[in-house]
């Protein structure tokens, strides 16, 4: 290691659905943080690191930040996306390009006093380069100074140029973790993830905010990993939707699950799924931790 190595934090926030799980996972290389079309897909923060000969930068992926805090989920969730802003070395804010409002301003208006900000413009591919300067105008008006990098997460476009800024801000220093560790999370959380995301990609309107994923065993055999999780609903009547006629949708829930943890732990996988109900889970704050939405 030369004595000129970075090493540092950068957070990555933005209202829901701007593309933060999908930049950290092209960033990365490697899947770690489920996406989908739907708002408020991440729920907590994970770390995915990127290490180089020159660098370490510790992304920390963060859920939306949004209005409604109704429920205490909805609250652990904005805690979960704002608890680490005065420790981190820079924040990217991350703005989809089609669609900036008055919620992304409250966000540059909470961020506005930190001494290291850059506004990803995210989802360039959606739109024509000249579509882009009132925008970018906008932005220049609201934070004066601050450095605007327009990307496509999902096509991988611009993605070095932010890369390159990004490393011209990380602190000398030596690593934190083992350069072949990608995230901060354990195997079991990924996987739970996984499961959760094909729900979040399957189930329509407003069931898959009210689920949540535990694997209960995980077990590694010389040739294949043996899993059992289970899917916890609010009511009875969600645990049917899940399952499906004949039990057919949980089976291509488990399927598609099975093939993306094949994946990543490059083995076989017997994957065993259990739906079940605990009233009202995510607006009870025993059930919040027992499930792992503890305070971050
Ligand atoms: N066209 C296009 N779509 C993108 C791009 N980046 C992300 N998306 C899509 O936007 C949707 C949301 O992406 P996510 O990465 O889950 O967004 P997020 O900001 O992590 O969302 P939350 O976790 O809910 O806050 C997904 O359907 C992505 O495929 C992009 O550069 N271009
Ligand atoms: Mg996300």
Request: charged share 30%; glycine share 6%; with cysteine.
């Amino acid at each position: 290691m030369n004595e000129s190595f970075a090493c540092g934090y950068v957070a990555l926030i933005g209202k829901p659905n701007t593309g933060k799980s999908t930049l950290m996972n092209a960033l990365i290389g490697e899947k770690l943080s489920i996406t989908a079309h739907r708002p408020q897909t991440t729920r907590h923060q994970i770390l995915g690191i990127k290490t180089s000969e020159r660098y370490q930068c510790i992304f920390v992926d963060t859920p939306g930040i949004h209005q409604d805090q109704k429920k205490a989920i909805n609250r652990y969730m904005n805690r979960a996306a704002t608890s680490m802003l005065d420790d981190v070395d820079l924040i990217c804010v991350l703005l989809d390009v089609r669609d900036f409002n008055r919620d992304d301003e409250q966000i540059l208006d909470m961020v506005k006093h930190q001494p290291r900000v850059v506004l990803v413009l995210n989802k360039i591919d959606r739109i024509q380069k000249n579509e882009l300067l009132p925008l970018m105008q906008r932005l220049g008006e609201l934070m004066p100074g601050v450095d605007l990098i327009p990307v496509s997460a999902l096509k991988q476009d611009n993605l070095e140029q932010l890369m390159q800024h990004i490393e011209q801000q990380l602190p000398p220093g030596i690593p934190h973790y083992p350069d072949d560790q990608l995230t901060d999370k354990p195997m079991r959380f990924i996987v739970a993830e996984i499961i959760r995301e094909k729900l979040f990609r399957m189930l329509t309107q407003e069931l898959p905010y009210s689920i949540t994923v535990n694997v209960e065993h995980y077990k590694t055999e010389a040739d294949l990993v043996k899993i059992s999780a289970s899917i916890w609903v609010e009511r009875k009547s969600q645990k049917g939707i899940v399952i499906g006629k004949g039990g057919k949708q949980l089976k291509k829930i488990g399927s598609e699950a099975r093939r993306d943890i094949e994946r990543l732990v490059d083995n076989k996988v017997f994957l065993q799924l259990w739906v079940k109900v605990r009233e009202d889970w995510s607006d009870d704050e025993r059930s919040l931790a027992a499930f792992g939405y503890s305070s971050e």
